[in-house]
Each structure stands twice: as structure tokens, then as C-alpha cells.
């Protein structure tokens, strides 16, 4: 069973408007968060992360919100760029500290 | 910095065939792992190591062993190769695993990737 899921394979925005790509996980004993973006051919890159003691990070365009009641976190990016089209991966440490668990990935497309 | 540096790029074998996937990383991580790629099913994690002589399993391990002999290299070994492990293979490392043991939490970094066909 699916740990952490991103539930939209894609998502298409225009330049210059807000991109929402969203994550929900399962188990509440999830403590650190990550966000990947991975170009094609490429391996995957580090973004943005969160850890449970916060629920909000910034880092630029890129901010994350983690809601952990509901075991929701997203990833907000303003403005878009076409620079931006690749896939996102959501990603959670387990509880155990020795492993990042994946999302299957939202493929984001920025259109100008 | 070259960070994570896999080899080969690209690798077809033959189903039966045994090979090894080199990982290397210059940062001095104590953490490594293998991650494979397959379509519309995320990254899955094959096996990690938490320092030098010590490996572990993770969630699709089935004909992998991997060993970690120095901090720098984590090579992945294919047994026999079968067709279901056609696929993108990713190393990643990091300072240190995560959560409460964790001075600091760390992101992964991975290499380019392996992408191997099995026929």
C-alpha cells in the first residue's frame, strides 16, 4: 500500500500563475518531508524539504506547506516558469530515519 | 565536486546475465542507496547502506546484493538478470539518514542514472 501518494499525474499552468502540486501520506509518525524536481535523462533533484515541527518553508518561488492533521503537504510554486516543466516527487523519511519513501509523481507543464 | 557519479549511462544484458552498477560519491556521505524508476511507479528503493559495512533492505530488494567495502562506492550487483528489471537505476547519497538519530536532516543527492534493458 501506498505510503505517500501524489494523486495528479500531471498538471498543466500557464507562465506567471501559481502551480499547486499537492502530496498525502499515510502514516502520522512521518516526521521530514522532501519535494524532488527531475528534468529528463536526469537523476532527481533536491528542492525544498519541511520537517513536522513547521508547517510552512520557503525558499524563493518554491514554498511547501505541511498540514498534519490531515497528512497533507504541498508544494507551491508563484510564478510558474517553463523552465519548471518537469516531474515533482514528493518524498518522506520513514519512521525509522534510513529511508526516503516516494510519490509515483505529478508531471507539471508550464506553458508561456 | 563531480557528487554522485553512476557508470555505465546505458547497459543492455541478455536474461541470465550478471553485472554491476558503479556508484561513487565524493562528499564523504555515510548514506547510500539504490533507487529504481519503472512507469507510473515512482522511485522504489532496492538497498541502502548507513555507513561502510553495513547494507540493509529495502522495499524491492529480490535479485540485488549490494555491498559498501569504502564510504565513496556502493556498487549494485544483478545476479541474473531478467526482464522485469528492465528499468532506471538511480544511487543517491546523504550526510546521514534522517529523523531523531539525525544531527540535521539532509537531503538525498542522486546521479544521471543506469538505464538498463533486459532482453
Known amino acids: 500500500d501506498q505510503q505517500v501518494k501524489q494523486n495528479s499525474p500531471s498538471l498543466s499552468v500557464q507562465e506567471g500563475r501559481i502551480s499547486i502540486l499537492n502530496c498525502d501520506y499515510t502514516?502520522?509518525?512521518?516526521?521530514?518531508f522532501l519535494w524532488y524536481k527531475k528534468y529528463p535523462a536526469e537523476g532527481p533533484t533536491f528542492l525544498i524539504s519541511i520537517s513536522s515541527i513547521k508547517d510552512k518553508n520557503e525558499d524563493g518561488r518554491f514554498t511547501v506547506f505541511l498540514n498534519k492533521s490531515a497528512k497533507h503537504l504541498s508544494l507551491h510554486i508563484v510564478p510558474s516558469q517553463p523552465g519548471d516543466s518537469a516531474v515533482y516527487f514528493c518524498?518522506?523519511?520513514?519512521?525509522?530515519?534510513?529511508?526516503?519513501?516516494f510519490g509515483k509523481g505529478t508531471t507539471l507543464s508550464v506553458s508561456s | 565536486n563531480a557528487g554522485v557519479t553512476q557508470t555505465p549511462k546505458f547497459q543492455v544484458l541478455k536474461t541470465g546475465q550478471s553485472m554491476t552498477l558503479q556508484c561513487a560519491q565524493d562528499m564523504n556521505h555515510e548514506y547510500m542507496s539504490w533507487y529504481r524508476q519503472d512507469p507510473g511507479m515512482g522511485l522504489r528503493l532496492i538497498h541502502y547502506s548507513v555507513g561502510a559495512g553495513i547494507t540493509d533492505q529495502g522495499e524491492v530488494p529480490n535479485g540485488y546484493n549490494v555491498s559498501r567495502s569504502t564510504t565513496e562506492d556502493f556498487p549494485l550487483r544483478l545476479l541474473s538478470a531478467a526482464p522485469s528489471q528492465t528499468s532506471v537505476y538511480f544511487c543517491a547519497s546523504s550526510y546521514s539518514p534522517w529523523g531523531e538519530r539525525s544531527s540535521y536532516n539532509s537531503p538525498l543527492h542522486f546521479g544521471n542514472g543506469t538505464r538498463l534493458t533486459v532482453t
Open positions: 502514516n502520522s509518525m512521518f516526521d521530514y
Open positions: 518524498a518522506a523519511a520513514n519512521q525509522a530515519g534510513t529511508a526516503l519513501i
